[in-house]
């Protein structure tokens, strides 16, 4: 190393040296050094006693590169732990200001950089890039409002309504306790908890259909399905559900073709791309919807907005265009910038307000204690997490491990001698969220007739005969690894509310003979609205002489729930689908 180069080097390595620079930096440029920054003349050396002896524990070179060595890993993701990521940039190509006082959205032009994170859902970090699986699609925004993260998925519902019930869900997709088998071997766990909880019905047909795999993670959209609130800067607010287009269109990978593609197929596919210049890019869209038409969604349509496993219709309620985003720029580093980075549906920015929705609900808590225990309880601080707000940022959290970014000197409570300041409440929390009164309930859904028209439209209207021919060819495969026949007559059962034609088609593909659909079936999972039989009604064979958690509106907004003033417009000037009268 020359001495000019060596002295650059030296003034850009001080303790203090910015993020940015480091990542930016080849090794050309750096000096081989201990951790706390002493320079050593080789990796390799150790020091022992004697030209055969033992090895000396005040090497503190080696000591510390073993010791931190043994602790390269952090715990994996319990769900999406295969995944891949990018960085780019958010540009609003259409206003939304007359539905949210959202800044990054209040004029057309507006941008911000942003990171993208896709994966798998049931696999482990090393799992297989083409399995069939839903895939996750997060977007972490940096507004100048805070960090904005959009946790969607690639489908626009999901197996389950009853948050409770996820953790349950994700150990059937995860390996057996006892042989350690995944899907592939032993598909028992997996049917046997969808023939138990019926309202699946929909996802598990998307699953098994031509979206089960898609072609990388370039050609597929994100949707966030669950339903949120837009509020405006006059109070005014409406539901809405975002959608992620491709602009590459869509391309699925056939479960045969699947077999032929590496293991990290998308992650190849999607960093290639980009170190190519074929930058992928998607739209974000937006659907709405106001209390009033939410209610009457319900009453009309059985169409539930805060379930999870229900669809808006798009001819009813429209997209909006809101803008586009383009991924232009991959990692430097997979770890510090994809497997650290953390997704919270929380992280909702002035206009973007969560719903009732019980499942989104019960994840406003989940990711980010998941993220304390995963990354550390200040994972924020770390760069690909942090914001990048114009202003100076404070809070009163303080200490805890790898604390680096700690607030100086400054108070660590709301001191009167060193005050820290405070912005103008933008949202009236009150009349966004204070429309909800009631009593304490104990709430477990219950499937009815409703939960089977949008999967009967899939498998009737939207695909076409070849489409239904490899789904019975998936589906049916993937039940021959499922030990218990009778698991496969009770799914069948439930697709025969789909279609008798689908389940005919299944009976024949497994040769099992299933059940003439669910009347005559009890569900440990769910109440079985559909049966007659009033001992069959109940989850789980109680009687429900004290209690019965199930109810008339299945937990979805009936006339009456929104305030007034709330549902007649006073409150909510916005009259119709996406802010227009119809």
């Given at each position: ?121 049931g696999g482990e970090s090393g799992s297989h890039d083409c399995a069939r699986d839903p895939r996750g699609f997060s977007v972490k925004f940096r507004t100048t409002e805070g960090n904005w993260d959009l946790v969607a998925n690639n489908t626009p519902v999901f197996f389950l309504r009853d948050p409770a ?61 669950h339903t949120l609130k837009l509020v405006n800067k006059k109070g005014e607010w409406v539901y809405a559900q975002f959608h992620m287009k491709s602009k590459q269109g869509t391309k699925f990978i056939t479960q045969a073709d699947s077999h032929s593609k590496s293991p990290d197929y998308a992650q190849k ?257 769910t109440h079985n609205g559909m049966t007659k039989d009033k001992n069959l009604r109940n989850a789980n064979g109680m009687s429900g002489k004290v209690a019965f958690s199930a109810t008339d509106n299945n937990g979805a907004p009936v006339k009456g729930t929104h305030k007034m003033d709330v549902v007649e ?14």
């Amino acid at each position: 190393m020359s001495t000019s180069s060596l002295k650059q080097t030296e003034q850009a390595s001080d303790s203090f040296k910015n993020y940015e620079d480091d990542r930016q930096a080849p090794s050309q440029e750096t000096l081989y050094t201990t951790s706390n920054g002493v320079p050593m003349p080789h990796p390799y050396e150790t020091q022992r006693v004697g030209e055969n002896g033992p090895l000396l524990l005040q090497d503190f070179h080696l000591i510390d590169l073993l010791s931190h060595f043994d602790r390269e890993r952090i715990p994996e993701r319990v769900v999406h732990a295969k995944g891949s990521g990018a960085h780019g940039v958010f540009k609003t190509t259409h206003a939304l200001d007359d539905l949210c006082s959202a800044d990054l959205f209040s004029k057309v032009g507006n941008e911000c950089p942003l990171t993208v994170r896709f994966s798998t859902v049931g696999g482990e970090s090393g799992s297989h890039d083409c399995a069939r699986d839903p895939r996750g699609f997060s977007v972490k925004f940096r507004t100048t409002e805070g960090n904005w993260d959009l946790v969607a998925n690639n489908t626009p519902v999901f197996f389950l309504r009853d948050p409770a019930k996820f953790p349950h869900f994700i150990h059937t997709q995860k390996r057996d306790p006892s042989s350690h088998l995944t899907h592939a071997d032993d598909s028992t766990m997996f049917w046997d908890y969808l023939s138990q909880n019926p309202e699946s019905a929909h996802q598990v047909m998307i699953l098994m259909g031509d979206r089960g795999i898609p072609d990388g993670y370039r050609h597929m959209h994100g949707y966030y399905g669950h339903t949120l609130k837009l509020v405006n800067k006059k109070g005014e607010w409406v539901y809405a559900q975002f959608h992620m287009k491709s602009k590459q269109g869509t391309k699925f990978i056939t479960q045969a073709d699947s077999h032929s593609k590496s293991p990290d197929y998308a992650q190849k596919d999607l960093y290639e791309a980009i170190e190519r210049g074929d930058c992928p890019s998607w739209t974000l869209e937006v659907q709405t919807m106001t209390p009033k038409e939410a209610e009457e969604l319900w009453e009309k349509q059985k169409i539930n907005v805060f379930d999870l496993t229900h669809v808006w219709p798009q001819k009813q309620f429209p997209r909006r265009m809101i803008g586009e985003f383009t991924l232009n720029e991959n990692a430097k580093n997979y770890f510090a910038e994809v497997e650290q980075v953390a997704f919270n549906p929380s992280h909702l920015i002035p206009g973007l307000e969560p719903s009732a929705d019980p499942v989104l609900q019960s994840r406003l808590f989940s990711y980010p204690d998941t993220h304390r225990h995963r990354v550390g309880v200040n994972y924020q601080q770390l760069p690909v997490n942090a914001t990048r707000c114009p202003m100076r940022t404070g809070n009163f959290q303080r200490d805890g491990s790898m604390a680096f970014f700690n607030q100086g000197s400054r108070p660590n409570y709301l001191s009167s001698i060193e005050p820290i300041q405070f912005k103008e409440r933008t949202v009236d929390l009150d009349r966004t969220h204070g429309h909800f009164a009631g009593n304490a309930v104990t709430f477990l859904s219950e499937v009815r007739p409703e939960d089977f028209n949008a999967p009967r439209a899939l498998w009737e209207k939207v695909w076409d005969e070849p489409a239904r021919e490899r789904f019975i060819g998936n589906i049916s495969g993937h039940m021959a690894n499922c030990r218990e026949p009778e698991i496969i007559k009770r799914e069948i059962g439930i697709l025969r509310e789909v279609s008798n034609d689908l389940a005919t088609r299944l009976e024949k593909a497994t040769g099992i003979k299933g059940y003439d659909g669910i009347s005559e079936l009890r569900f440990n999972g769910t109440h079985n609205g559909m049966t007659k039989d009033k001992n069959l009604r109940n989850a789980n064979g109680m009687s429900g002489k004290v209690a019965f958690s199930a109810t008339d509106n299945n937990g979805a907004p009936v006339k009456g729930t929104h305030k007034m003033d709330v549902v007649e417009g006073k409150a909510n000037g916005v009259n119709g689908v996406n802010g227009s009268a119809h």
